[in-house]
């Protein structure tokens, strides 16, 4: 997944995939199969939204809200028509099976292998499409988007997992942003080329990491890497565990408030109560969409 999203994602998203991959020491790559599907979602994400899909139709009948955000939804949803008729992306249901013993009968399910609907998910996540939200969003595709249901109840199904991954992406814009400017704060008198600048967004995402991942993912040497481990933990920011662990150190979030260190995100937080509003009020409207 990460080298694919190296390989595809829109500039900071490769940027962040390569640094995760490296501390990682991922190697393993799709194989054909998942990139047929890769390349049928990024496709279909790519195309112009088409009014003619049943589920486009009917989220079409109540667009009456702000474009910017019904404009990304009606795009999806006119993907996820498309993809829809690909049966890869199909999920089917599994099946009863008799397994043969000596004393009788056995009787079992067995459920179906999933369809691709990852692949969607992971395009989106790319952001390299004119259909990616304005936010990341992981998650927000649902196997259930893909199973033998009618158009309303799949509208609404999309609607309800657009909602929960916009909660999800605030909740960790919430957590990160002031985690983000304490950092800056702590290492305001560092050289701006400082690979201890680096090392803290990538801490503050995985909440803990080995020296040797540091290392692999900031082209270190050990050694180098101890000494921005070090560094981050002087400033606070870090605690240092055994076996060369570094882990992010929680601060008082009361603390954070009380010196304003909240401030500089005020601005990603009022987009997203204005996304958030949009949203909500598309959802008000889902029950006419069932």
């Not at 997992?161 to 992406?169: D, I, W």
Request: neutral net charge; contains cysteine.
């Amino acid at each position: 997944m990460l080298l694919w999203l190296a390989d595809h994602g829109a500039s900071a998203v490769a940027a962040s995939a390569q640094l995760l991959s490296r501390a990682a020491g991922a190697t393993r790559r799709f194989d054909a199969e998942n990139l047929r599907s890769l390349d049928a979602a990024v496709d279909a994400l790519t195309k112009p939204p088409s009014v003619n899909g049943p589920i486009t139709q009917l989220l079409g009948s109540s667009m009456d809200i702000d474009a910017a955000v019904v404009g990304h939804l009606f795009h999806l949803a006119s993907a996820i028509d498309e993809l829809r008729r690909n049966p890869a992306f199909a999920e089917i249901s599994g099946e009863d099976t008799c397994l043969p013993l000596p004393g009788g009968a056995l009787r079992r399910f067995v459920p179906a292998a999933p369809g691709a609907a990852w692949a969607l998910n992971q395009a989106l996540l790319a952001r390299a499409t004119p259909s990616a939200p304005p936010i990341a969003c992981p998650g927000l595709i649902s196997r259930q988007l893909f199973r033998d249901l009618e158009p309303e109840e799949i509208l609404a199904t999309l609607i309800e997992g657009a909602v929960a991954a916009l909660e999800n992406s605030y909740g960790l814009f919430e957590r990160i942003g002031p985690e983000l400017t304490r950092g800056n704060a702590a290492l305001a008198g560092m050289s701006r080329n400082s690979r201890t600048r680096v090392a803290w967004p990538l801490i503050v995402a995985v909440r803990r990491i080995s020296r040797s991942q540091l290392a692999r993912a900031l082209g270190l040497s050990r050694a180098g890497a101890d000494i921005q481990a070090r560094a981050l933990s002087d400033a606070g920011l870090v605690t240092l565990g055994a076996a060369g662990l570094v882990e992010w150190a929680r601060q008082d979030q009361a603390k954070v408030a009380e010196r304003g260190e909240r401030a500089n995100a005020s601005g990603i937080f009022s987009n997203f109560d204005a996304t958030m509003a949009d949203v909500d009020r598309l959802l008000a409207r889902k029950d006419l969409a069932r």
